[in-house]
T-cell receptor
């Protein structure tokens, strides 16, 4: 399977714990996006990488959130001191700069904070 | 600011019938892209169809077509011959910024329409 993959698919944690999610984009895609989707809403942009550089962060990305893409391949999204309001689906998408506009999405990580 | 509006929270359609899902958008950009994605209950966003703002013809992909009316700023999705497997959430989205202008090109999504196909 050469699509975007995300791990884990589901995460249940207690409030105050740290969690980390991983995204593996399609191999030749240099652009990587993280989105968050809460119940009944469309995905909302969190952050964007071009290769290893994080070029944009949404105001939704509080200082408890950090994302990395150290070698321009996979990316991680860490949430520190989780809160119940962090419960959501976290979606990763990738595309190539010179390709079609389409962003290819992974299956998402569903986070539940108790 | 760019905005996508989907005014239909839910729709029913009979199997084999056609259905139109509404989408209006707001942007001051001259060049933009519009997308429709399908999200089944499993959660994955599946790309369906794309329309560029300068494309003169409406986009079509199999049973999906996009009714693009630029002056009205609408980009409705038409699904012909509905199938039970079409039951899902459908999201309209817009690309932010010029495609090759160095912008992030993040997607701005609407709130979605839940489509239920009845046998």
């Amino acid at each position: 399977d050469t699509g975007v993959s995300q791990d884990p698919r589901h995460k249940i944690t207690k409030r105050g714990q740290n969690v980390t999610f991983r995204c593996d984009p399609i191999s030749e895609h240099n652009r990587l996006y993280w989105y968050r989707q809460t119940l009944g809403q469309g995905p909302e942009f969190l952050t964007y990488f071009q290769n290893e550089a994080q070029l944009e962060k949404s105001r939704l990305l509080s200082d408890r959130f950090s994302a990395e893409r150290p070698k321009g391949s996979f990316s991680t999204l860490e949430i520190q001191r989780t809160e119940q309001g962090d419960s959501a689906m976290y979606l990763c998408a990738s595309r190539h700069s010179t390709g079609n506009d389409e962003q290819f999405f992974g299956p998402g990580t569903r986070l539940t904070v108790l | 600011a760019q905005k996508i509006t989907q005014t239909q929270p839910g729709m029913f359609v009979q199997e084999k019938e056609a259905v139109t899902l509404d989408c209006t958008y707001d942007t001051s950009d001259q060049s933009y892209g519009l997308f429709w994605y399908k999200q089944p209950s499993s959660g994955e966003m599946i790309f369906l169809i794309y329309q560029g703002s300068y494309d003169e013809q409406n986009a079509t992909e199999g049973r999906y077509s996009l009714n693009f009316q630029k002056a009205r700023k609408s980009a409705n999705l038409v699904i012909s011959a509905s199938q039970l497997g079409d039951s899902a959430m459908y999201f309209c989205a817009m690309r932010e910024g010029e495609k090759y202008g160095g912008a992030t090109n993040k997607l701005i999504f609407g709130t979605g329409t839940l489509l239920a196909v009845q046998p």
